[in-house]
Each structure stands twice: as C-alpha cells, then as structure tokens.
C-alpha cells in the first residue's frame, strides 16, 4: 500500500527536498521516511493496514503532521502536505 503524496506551499507551490516520514501509527514503521523531488512529490510504503501519522518538514517551513488512514485494499492513497512559513 503506496501513500503518494506532494508537498505544496500556501500558495499550492511544490516544495522540494521536504522530510516526509511515519511520525506514529498502528504497526511499527522503523526508518521509513522519504525526501521530496523537485515537483513536491514523495511515496512512503506503508508496512500494514491502519491509522498513520505523517509528519514532514522543510527548511523556511512549519513542521506539520497529518492524519492518513490505509485500509486494505483500498489501493493507493494520494495526499497533499501544506506546509505554513516558519
């Protein structure tokens, strides 16, 4: 189960090299993180079915975590990040 994913500024602007990693969640998910490209967009795997915490920071930027539920087999999840001026 994919969680692909963009990070965007206030202004709907992709934000590149954004941190992206499972903050918390129902299943361990130990070093699971990913970096943003340069259109804002990332993918985690997410190791079971359940409730996720997505957390994601960037440099000028507020960290910010996000709720993310994966339900088995209910495909890939798409999720846009907002991230607020620090």
Do not use: K, N, Q
């Amino acid at each position: 189960m994919l969680i692909r994913g963009t990070v965007v500024d206030l202004t709907g602007a992709p934000v590149a090299w954004a941190a992206v990693w499972f903050a918390a969640g129902d299943h361990p998910t130990p070093d699971v993180a990913a970096l943003t490209d340069d259109a804002g967009a990332f993918v985690l795997t997410a190791p079971a079915p359940g409730s996720y915490r997505i957390g994601c920071r960037a440099d000028g930027y507020a960290p910010v975590e996000v709720e993310v539920e994966v339900d088995a087999g209910s495909g890939d999840i798409d999720l846009t990040i907002t991230l607020s001026p620090a």
